[in-house]
T-cell receptor, first 111, second 115 residues
C-alpha cells in the first residue's frame, strides 16, 4: 500500500463547477498537510498549508483534513479554465522535513 | 511569500558532460533545501536533502557521485549532474523552506536534455 493515494484523473469539469480533489494516507504521524498546483513544465506552487485536522479557506479554495479517517480534500469553487493544472497533495510528519507526495490529479476546466 | 529561483530553466548537453543547476532562495534563508526529479506525468521523487555547510543526504538508489550537491550558503544550493547520460534527461526541481514548521516552496524547475 502506498503511503498516499491520489486519483490521477484526469478530472474534467465545466467552468463554474465546484471541484473536489482528494487524497488518502496511511501514516498516522502526518501532521502537516499541503496542496500544490503545478502547471505544465513549471514547479509546484503552494496553495494551502494546514496543520492537523480542520478546515482552511483562502478565496475560492478550501482545504479539509480529517485525521480520523486519514482523508484530505481540496475544494475549488467557481472553477476557471486557468485552474486547469495538476494538483498534488503532500504530507509531512510533525518533526520531519520530508514531504510525501500524492501522484497528482490532472484537472481540466472547460470553458 | 517565499521565492525560490532556479537556473537554468532548460539545458541541453551532450553525453559525458556535466551540468550545474542553481537554486536560490531570494527572500528567505534556507537551512535545508531539497532536490527532486520528476518524470513525465509522474509525481515528484525526492533525490536528496541539502543542508547548509554539511554533506547532502541522498535517497536510496540515488548515486551521490553522479548527482553532486553543494549547499555553500543559506541562500544557494547547486546540483551538478556529472558525466550525463540520456537517461538523466528529466525535470529537476529544488525547494526550500523558512524553517521546520514552514511549508516548502519550489523553484520553477530545470528541464535537462542529454543528447
Amino acid at each position: 500500500q502506498k503511503e498516499v493515494e491520489q486519483d490521477p484523473g484526469p478530472l474534467s469539469v465545466p467552468e463554474g463547477a465546484i471541484v473536489s480533489l482528494n487524497c488518502t494516507y496511511s501514516n498516522s504521524a502526518f501532521q502537516y498537510f499541503m496542496w500544490y498546483r503545478q502547471y505544465s513544465r513549471k514547479g509546484p506552487e503552494l496553495l494551502m498549508y494546514t496543520y492537523s485536522s480542520g478546515n482552511k479557506e483562502d478565496g475560492r479554495f478550501t482545504a479539509q483534513v480529517d485525521k480520523s479517517s486519514k482523508y484530505i480534500s481540496l475544494f475549488i469553487r467557481d472553477s476557471q479554465p486557468s485552474d486547469s493544472a495538476t494538483y498534488l497533495c503532500a504530507q509531512r510528519e510533525e518533526y520531519g522535513n520530508k514531504l510525501v507526495f500524492g501522484a497528482g490529479t490532472i484537472l481540466r476546466v472547460k470553458s | 511569500g517565499a521565492v525560490v529561483s532556479q537556473h537554468p530553466s532548460r539545458v541541453i548537453c551532450k553525453s559525458g558532460t556535466s551540468v550545474k543547476i542553481e537554486c536560490r532562495s531570494l527572500d528567505f534563508q534556507a537551512t535545508t533545501m531539497f532536490w527532486y526529479r520528476q518524470f513525465p506525468k509522474q509525481s515528484l521523487m525526492l533525490m536528496a536533502t541539502s543542508n547548509e555547510g554539511s554533506k547532502a543526504t541522498y535517497e536510496q538508489g540515488v548515486e551521490k557521485d553522479k548527482f553532486l550537491i553543494n549547499h555553500a550558503s543559506l541562500t544557494l544550493s547547486t546540483l551538478t549532474v556529472t558525466s550525463a547520460h540520456p537517461e538523466d534527461s528529466s525535470f529537476y526541481i529544488c525547494s526550500g523552506s523558512r524553517g521546520v514548521n514552514s511549508p516548502l516552496h519550489f523553484g520553477n524547475g530545470t528541464r535537462l536534455t542529454v543528447t
